[in-house]
């Protein structure tokens, strides 16, 4: 991953000296030599492979351009917000408050959802899995009136016009006038670099190769988060957070609210329009999740220990409720050592890393 960075510092001492040059009349972009070089994405061993998306190939370059717009607000309308003004790398993608803030200090409806391991979800994003693609997802947030609050048109102006993006898209994807560039194009070079946004270095994961130990605690923690222990109460988590991913992605009502009832948010029944949907929302990753709090679509709950008290109650009883939502009986010591065990998902390389990062800044 190291290359990638390689190549955006040379792409941007390439822009600086030679971007008018290189732009002919008109925006004409092909004097500027076009050669794509695949991104190698270092993949964890214990994931599956990730699906190739024939349609977006990563390219290094792409995989650069898709980090320059992920932190540049440049995509909102009064060049205040940008992607990661709501998914902050220190907080392993996702931000701090319960609903996120857009322009202007506008409050949104949910709470913003830890980028990790994006890539290997094929289908369904955000709480309610409304979109299909991460191509498809990244045109979202930035006509959202409460995000971005921008138009695509707008955004397509700026970047026609701006000094180096151009040459940037030229390198991405070959395009052969500034015209070309547009929201697909923008969308896919987003989601060739949250593609790369792969975290599986955590305590826990040292632990399943044989590098590190879990303390008793932790130990016993996840004794009760994978049912695994005779003599310890059971947790019932690993049913829909399991697998290397930390979730099955799928959608569940896990009991916050008696869904019977009238509801604020819909979650998945607004999309499907099934009343069984009622409630329930796609399954989070619990990867860096002590990082992530406030926590549920609303972020309701401030603390894991808020969560943990509301899955040991068993939740709210409503017809379409999963019954692996129960009371579970989880004494003071239980619920601690189920949240040490929960603290070992953090991955603090994935918070630091380089290639992550914000490239605007020195
Ligand atoms: C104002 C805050 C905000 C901004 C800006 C923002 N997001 Fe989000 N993001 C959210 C919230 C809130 C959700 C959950 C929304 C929902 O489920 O309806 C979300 C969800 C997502 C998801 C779905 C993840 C999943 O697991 O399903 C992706 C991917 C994502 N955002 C990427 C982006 C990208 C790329 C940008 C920039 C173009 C961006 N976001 C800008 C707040 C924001
Ligand atoms: C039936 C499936 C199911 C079971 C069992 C389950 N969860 Fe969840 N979990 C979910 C769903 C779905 C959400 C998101 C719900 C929402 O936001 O409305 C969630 C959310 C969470 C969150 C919030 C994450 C975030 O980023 O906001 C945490 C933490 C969590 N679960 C931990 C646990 C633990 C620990 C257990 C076991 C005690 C457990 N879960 C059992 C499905 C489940």
């Known amino acids: 991953m190291r290359t990638s960075l390689g190549i955006l510092v040379l792409l941007t001492a390439f822009i600086s000296c030679q971007d008018k040059a290189t732009i002919g009349p008109d925006g004409d972009l092909s004097a500027i030599p076009y050669k794509p070089i695949p991104f190698e994405l270092e993949e964890p061993d214990r994931f599956v492979k990730m699906q190739a998306f024939e349609e977006n190939p990563l390219t290094s370059a792409g995989v650069a351009l898709g980090r320059q717009l992920f932190y540049d607000p440049i995509l909102s309308r009064d060049s205040t ?8 790398q220190a907080f392993g993608f996702s931000d701090t408050i319960s609903v996120s803030l857009g322009i202007e200090n506008r409050k949104g409806k949910r ?8 890539g ?7 709480w309610d899995g409304r979109v299909a693609s991460l191509e498809e997802q990244a045109l979202v947030p930035v006509e959202d009136s409460l995000e971005l609050g921008n138009t695509w048109e707008e955004v397509e102006g700026r970047m026609r016009q701006h000094p180096s993006y151009p040459v940037a898209f030229r390198a991405a994807f070959g395009i052969d006038n500034t015209r070309e560039i547009d929201r697909r194009l923008v969308a896919k070079a987003l989601a060739q ?10 305590k826990f994961d040292k632990v399943l190769s044989g590098q590190a130990e879990l303390t008793p605690t932790e130990e016993r923690g996840r004794l009760i988060f994978f049912d695994e222990s005779e003599m310890l109460p059971t947790g019932e988590c690993a049913h829909c957070h399991v697998g290397p991913l930390l979730t099955t992605l799928t959608f569940f009502n896990n009991g916050l609210d008696n869904t019977d009832l009238a509801l604020a948010d819909l979650g998945l029944a607004g999309v499907s329009g099934n009343v069984f949907d009622r409630g329930k929302f796609k399954t989070p990753s619990l990867r860096n999740v002590a990082l992530t709090a406030p926590y549920m679509h609303d972020g309701r709950f401030s603390t894991l220990e808020e969560v943990i008290e509301q899955y040991n109650k068993g939740g709210h009883y409503s017809k379409n409720e999963s019954p692996n939502i129960r009371p579970l009986g989880l004494n003071e ?4 050592d189920l949240i040490a065990f929960l603290h070992t998902l953090t991955d603090t390389s994935y918070l630091e890393r380089q290639e992550l990062s914000n490239p605007f800044l020195p």
């Open 81 to 88: 917000r940008s992607c990661s003004s709501c998914h902050i």
């Open 111 to 118: 709470n913003a959802i830890a980028l990790t391991n994006l």
């Open 120 to 126: 290997y979800h094929y289908t369904q994003f955000f």
């Open 193 to 202: 670099f949250e593609r790369t946004l792969i975290s599986a270095n955590s």
């Open 333 to 336: 010591q239980d619920q601690a």
